[in-house]
């Protein structure tokens, strides 16, 4: 349950939807308190929000659970920056260092806390503040681009990619980049504006560091001579002009493909989704169409390696995660198909789960349940030996006659993994917990026997036995006459009857104890067949008659149904007739 929360937290997280991300993995928490990876999660669904108070409390309970943890000092360093504690920000990351010196996330985070820790002790300057002050240097600035469609595409390109992290080194430069789209974008987002999106023309833009480059040089002196005309760049248009057309033609080689397959035009289809694939390898839907396919074809292994690639390259895009999610499944679909042994089922349940983990689609979970239904029900096949079970019982026989109970339980309950259908076997661990006291046990293999084979009086024994060491004497007797229906001269039967009889007539004399009749009062009243019969208004007039109104009650007698039930609450102890 923990690792369903905890999923479902990140996937709001992917998905910008912090709030929900931080409910998610709180209720994960709750259930696995010791977890570090919970709190380091919701630590950073808190600093994407900004609060920067519970970002430090969950940091620093996941630098508490796990010291040796890189990762932890990562989120108490953002904590810490974003609470503009810089100082404190660099001692996170110099600890994470220390437990991991080749980590690249804690050396830029310890580079950006000393360079904000400079800024922040150098005197105030005359100039104005940086255009929408530091929003770049918050420590959660990746993630918020990561998690909104349209800036996740920018962050595969380079140029975007440096624009951002001059910013993070010197707010300043901002006006240098106001006039690329994709920043404004950026802005929008981390700002939480809604903008519109850029158009593709609009995208086209020269190099920002071309632009950064020329507004920092200072201007030519004035000549004769006019100053040269930058150069066109008709490559790079024309480079991108193609790109574009290359993706277009793609998405036709899919539809293409699509309309084969629903054709059974198997081999045609494949063709259409490897020509797509060969166009764009930026989009991992023609690798999961073809695999879809090859399963279709029963092709499993050409299946599972288009999967594989699937996921390889959605993880270096960033791919959606619906789609990561629908390889992993198809993936696991097809390694079923190839399943021999309960252990074959093992690499696809897995497969599943992890698929879970990556987006909880009600289909896939349903593969994951049928699979792991399929492979316990196999491992039972497989572990099926009659020949073995009915050693393991002789073995369980020959340890109940030295009464060496315990080890006899053992040796019966691994012949029912053997034969789980032999009602004897049952009888006999029945017969086991019935001498080590374990009555719910016994009488539970005993109802067991009896269901496997009606007519084997062994299974009234036992199971009437126990109810007459329990002081359910009332149960016992119809235990012991449902058996003598089968079994009519069965003399252990017999003398079951005569002693519950004994018994009940002894309560309705009078010759117990106050204290059993109380206690066996007590069990009577749990048995829902008594409760049933005190809660019916007409039983309970019929038992004031019977203490009232004899001539009433005289007329209640020559109700069968009535006397039925009178003669249960007198059986049960519940009443006592005079």
């Keep these: 349950m923990a690792e369903e929360a905890k999923a479902k937290?990140?996937?709001?997280?992917?998905?910008g939807r912090f709030d929900e991300a931080i409910g998610f993995f709180s209720e994960a928490i709750d259930l696995a308190p010791s977890n570090h990876v919970l709190y380091s999660n919701r630590s950073a669904a808190y600093a994407s929000l900004?609060?920067?108070n519970e970002a430090l409390v969950d940091a620093k309970k996941t630098v508490e659970l796990r010291p040796d943890w890189s990762k932890g000092y990562s989120r108490l360093g953002a904590a810490h920056v974003g609470l503009s504690s810089f100082d404190e920000a660099i001692a996170a990351y110099k600890k994470g260092l220390e437990v991991d010196p080749n980590n690249e996330a804690l050396k830029s985070g310890l580079a950006d806390s000393q360079s904000a820790a400079s800024r922040s002790r150098a005197p105030p300057s005359s100039s104005a503040a940086p255009?929408?002050?530091n929003i770049f240097q918050g420590p959660e600035l990746w993630a918020k681009l990561t998690a909104d469609p349209t800036t996740r595409g920018y962050l595969q390109q380079p140029d975007f990619v440096r624009m951002v992290q001059d910013l993070q080194r010197n707010p300043n430069n901002m006006s240098m980049y106001l006039a690329d789209q994709r920043m404004m974008q950026a802005l929008g987002v981390l700002l939480n504006i809604k903008m519109r999106a850029p158009t593709s023309e609009e995208m086209e833009v020269p190099e920002p560091e071309a632009e950064a480059d020329a507004e920092k040089q200072p201007e030519p002196e004035p000549t004769k001579q006019p100053e040269p005309e930058p150069e066109p760049e008709p490559m790079e248009l024309s480079e991108e002009k193609e790109a574009r057309e290359r993706k277009a033609q793609a998405q036709k080689e899919k539809e293409a493909g699509t309309a084969e397959y629903k054709k059974k035009n198997f081999e045609?289809?494949?063709?259409?989704?490897?020509?797509?694939?060969?166009?764009?390898?930026e989009d991992i839907s023609f690798l999961t169409n073809r695999a879809a396919v090859y399963l279709e074809m029963g092709k499993y292994e050409e299946c599972i390696k288009d999967c594989d690639n699937a996921v390889e390259r959605g993880r270096e895009l960033r791919s959606d995660y619906k789609m990561i999610a629908r390889a992993l499944t198809r993936k696991?679909?097809?390694m079923l198909k190839t399943a021999k042994c309960s252990k074959d089922y093992e690499p696809a349940i897995e497969t599943f789960?992890?698929?879970?983990?990556?987006?909880?689609?009600?289909?896939?979970?349903?593969?994951?349940n049928d699979a792991q239904r399929a492979k316990k029900e196999l491992e039972q096949q497989e572990y099926f030996d009659p020949q073995l079970a009915d050693e393991e019982r002789e073995k369980g026989n020959e340890f109940f006659k030295q009464q060496k109970y315990p080890e006899a339980v053992k040796h019966y309950t691994e012949a029912l993994k053997r034969n789980p259908k032999d009602p004897k076997v049952y009888s006999n661990r029945a017969a086991c917990y019935t001498k080590l006291g374990a009555m719910p046990e016994?009488?539970?293999d005993a109802e067991k026997c009896i269901e496997l084979d009606p007519t084997f009086s062994k299974g009234y024994t036992r199971?009437?036995?126990?109810?007459?060491?329990?002081?359910?004497?009332?149960?016992a007797l119809e235990t012991y006459q449902e058996g003598l229906k089968h079994d009519k001269n069965n003399q252990e039967l017999r003398d079951g009857v005569r002693r519950c009889v004994e018994q009940i007539n002894k309560a309705n004399r009078g010759d117990i104890s106050p204290e059993d009749l109380k206690e066996r009062q007590a069990k009577a009243m749990q048995d829902p067949e008594i409760q049933n019969i005190l809660s019916d208004p007409i039983m309970r007039q019929v038992l004031i008659d019977f203490q009232e109104n004899p001539r009433e009650a005289q007329e209640h007698t020559k109700n069968p149904l009535v006397m039925q039930k009178i003669q249960k609450l007198v059986s049960a102890g519940i009443v006592q007739l005079k």
Excluded: C, V, W
Aim: glycine share 8%.
């Design 463 to 475: 199971k009437g036995a126990i109810q007459f060491f329990m002081k359910e004497y009332d149960k």
């Design 9 to 15: 937290g990140n996937a709001a997280f992917s998905a």
């Design 131 to 133: 255009p929408f002050g």
């Design 50 to 52: 900004h609060k920067y």
């Design 442 to 444: 016994g009488l539970k």
């Design 353 to 368: 789960q992890k698929a879970l983990t990556e987006h909880r689609n009600p289909d896939t979970l349903k593969k994951l």
């Design 268 to 281: 045609t289809a494949i063709q259409h989704y490897t020509k797509a694939a060969e166009l764009d390898d």
């Design 332 to 334: 696991g679909t097809a």
